[in-house]
């Protein structure tokens, strides 16, 4: 970042704001071109992402994927896998879902229409915002968070931005700036403004371009605001997952097609609601029941997978029920299969928390297993690495597998 330098004050507060730009923005690599396929995936890569961790995610995605037919050819697992610890996967899934449709339907031509850009997935009223103004100079106000917070500190709003009705009025703000100045400098000055200047803690109001005109600054608010909406507390969720190793070659489980972490690869994993607290050894007699199943199925000559292994979500009513006593929970031990839990981790995502711990059979041989190709796969060590795998589970795999992230 260069040196900031302190802005005179002298025309609106948008001539004011998009002078600052000119003198102070950073030398980022999408800000060196025009190109809607270029800004679409910087946009979408930096929601919810910090500049640093994009840069390079950024670089080696579009060395990959310069263009939006390279995109829409590639497999959605290898697009997955690039996406590999940049989070929220449900973009990486949109964008690449998207560059078919620009392909298929819109000859690969990324559209300069709000209608045009509503029709592809993920690309929602920010990103339609920052694409029509930074890309086709069109005056549409792109309003993320941080355009949210500058706003409301500007204008001394005290009503949750998370609130339509201020939702509404930021926007209606900026499309007065928009209509004064450059689109394209006026939407990445006010970015570059909440990234650098009017930060979530400790603003820099003496850098500030616009805060002679400040409400926050000016009352002596700007510790106050924006003010928030309560949200519900996030849940935490007990993970129990199974390591099965067998000749070199681990178990691996692909998730589900819908909602969270849709189609990446993990260990065969239950999540238990936390609902009260929960006895391992619950959660042991669970995971070998499950293993057990499995391992009868073997036995009788199925290939399908177990009720057990088929679904990932176990909610703890199933756990009440047993300890409820309608079945004896030391079941497991009978058949002498104990547990080592081998690896254990926690990762926050925004909604839910999860503590998910690894277990591994011991003091038995273990059976070679044949399971549904699909969605259950045998992979040997070194081909772990080539899926798409959640962070969570990267780490997990690299501390059993003793490899360095
Ligand atoms: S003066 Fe301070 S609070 Fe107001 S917009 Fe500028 S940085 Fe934010």
């Keep these: 970042m260069r040196e900031q330098t302190q802005c005179t004050q002298g025309g609106s507060p948008a001539k004011d704001l998009a002078d600052w730009y000119q003198l102070n923005r950073r030398v980022l690599p999408w800000r060196q071109t025009r190109d809607p396929y270029a800004i679409w995936i910087s946009e979408t890569m930096l929601q919810q992402t910090r500049v640093d961790t994009v840069i390079p995610y950024y670089d080696a995605f579009m060395s990959t994927y310069p263009d939006v037919r390279a995109l829409a050819d590639a497999p959605?697992?290898?697009?997955?896998?690039?996406?590999?610890?940049?989070?929220?996967?449900?973009?990486?899934?949109?964008?690449?879902?998207?560059?078919r449709i620009v392909v298929e339907d819109f000859g690969g031509k990324i559209p300069d229409t709000e209608e045009g850009l509503k029709a592809l997935p993920g690309v929602g009223p920010y990103t339609q915002g920052a694409l029509l103004s930074i890309a086709f100079g069109q005056p549409v106000p792109a309003v993320d968070g941080n355009v949210l917070r500058v706003m409301a500190r500007y204008q001394g709003i005290a009503d949750?931005?998370?609130?339509?009705?201020?939702?509404?009025?930021?926007?209606?703000?900026?499309?007065?700036?928009l209509n004064?100045?450059?689109?394209?400098?006026?939407?990445?000055?006010?970015?570059?403004?909440?990234?650098?200047?009017?930060?979530?803690?400790?603003?820099?109001?003496?850098?500030?371009?616009?805060?002679?005109?400040?409400?926050?600054?000016?009352?002596?608010?700007?510790?106050?605001?924006?003010?928030?909406?309560?949200?519900?507390?996030r849940k935490v969720?007990?993970?129990?997952?199974?390591?099965?190793?067998?000749?070199?070659?681990?178990?691996?489980?692909?998730?589900?097609?819908?909602?969270?972490?849709?189609?990446?690869?993990?260990?065969?994993?239950?999540?238990?609601?936390?609902l009260t607290p929960i006895q391992e050894t619950r959660v042991l007699d669970l995971v070998r029941r499950g293993y057990e199943e499995l391992a009868a199925a073997r036995a009788d000559g199925e290939n399908g997978v177990p009720s057990q292994f088929a679904s990932s979500q176990l909610d703890y009513a199933s756990f009440a029920v047993r300890e409820s006593g309608c079945a004896p929970s030391d079941e497991g031990t009978q058949s002498g299969l104990d547990f080592a839990v081998i690896g254990q981790e926690r990762h926050i995502f925004s909604h839910v928390e999860w503590h998910v711990k690894v277990y591994r059979p011991v003091g038995i041989s273990l059976p070679?297993?044949?399971?549904?190709?699909?969605?259950?796969?045998?992979?040997?060590?070194?081909?772990?690495?080539?899926?798409?795998?959640?962070?969570?589970?990267?780490?997990?795999?690299?501390?059993?597998?003793?490899?360095?992230?």
Excluded at 76 to 99: F, T
Excluded at 193 to 202: D, F, H, K, M, V
Excluded at 374 to 395: C, Q
Aim: charged share 25%; with cysteine.
């Design 368 to 405: 070679e297993l044949s399971v549904d190709e699909g969605r259950y796969e045998y992979v040997t060590r070194e081909d772990i690495w080539s899926l798409p795998l959640p962070r969570v589970y990267e780490k997990l795999l690299q501390s059993i597998l003793k490899v360095k992230g």
């Design 180 to 233: 004064e100045v450059s689109p394209q400098v006026l939407t990445q000055a006010l970015m570059e403004l909440g990234a650098l200047i009017c930060t979530p803690r400790s603003p820099s109001c003496q850098q500030c371009p616009i805060a002679a005109s400040c409400e926050a600054l000016k009352n002596d608010l700007t510790g106050m605001l924006p003010v928030k909406s309560k949200k519900p507390a």
């Design 237 to 274: 969720v007990d993970v129990a997952a199974l390591w099965l190793e067998k000749g070199g070659r681990v178990l691996m489980e692909r998730r589900p097609r819908q909602g969270l972490l849709a189609g990446m690869w993990q260990l065969p994993a239950w999540e238990l609601n936390r």
């Design 76 to 99: 959605e697992d290898e697009v997955l896998k690039r996406w590999q610890g940049l989070g929220y996967y449900s973009r990486a899934r949109n964008l690449h879902r998207a560059a």
């Design 160 to 177: 949750p931005v998370d609130s339509t009705a201020v939702k509404r009025q930021v926007f209606s703000a900026v499309q007065t700036w």
